[in-house]
């Protein structure tokens, strides 16, 4: 089992920046892949960031050069950089992370925190 905190988000101001963090507990040194997805009002939950343990980052298209995901394992925690914001992130933002347990993919996600961008 592994447990996930998140924190960092709050309203922002269109161009500022955030960086959210998600802290890990449990059986971590199972998990292969961590990520940020989020769910704005009435949309569907999607893809943000995702990084790989070998180190491969993959983002959304519509944050392509804006956000960084990244970790520490030593605090074993991972990170959303974001930058520029624009009022269209704003969304409650949930952190994942995998684990390859006895050949079989565990999904694990956090409770979220709201992220507003506005003026």
């Known amino acids: 089992q592994v447990q996930l905190v998140e924190s960092g988000g709050d309203w922002v101001q269109p161009g500022g920046s955030l960086r959210l963090s998600c802290a890990a507990s449990g059986s971590i040194s199972n998990i292969n892949v961590r990520g940020w997805y989020r769910q704005a009002p009435g949309k569907q939950r999607e893809l943000v960031a995702i990084?790989?343990?070998?180190?491969?980052?993959n983002y959304a298209d519509s944050v392509k050069g804006r956000f960084t995901i990244s970790r520490d394992n030593a605090k074993n925690t991972h990170y959303l950089q974001m930058n520029s914001l624009k009022p269209e992130d704003t969304a409650v933002y949930y952190c994942?992370?995998?684990?390859?347990?006895?050949?079989?993919?565990?999904?694990?996600w956090g409770q979220g925190t709201q992220v507003t961008v506005s003026s």
């Open positions: 994942n992370a995998i684990s390859l347990v006895a050949g079989r993919l565990e999904t694990y």
């Open positions: 990084l790989t343990a070998d180190g491969i980052t």
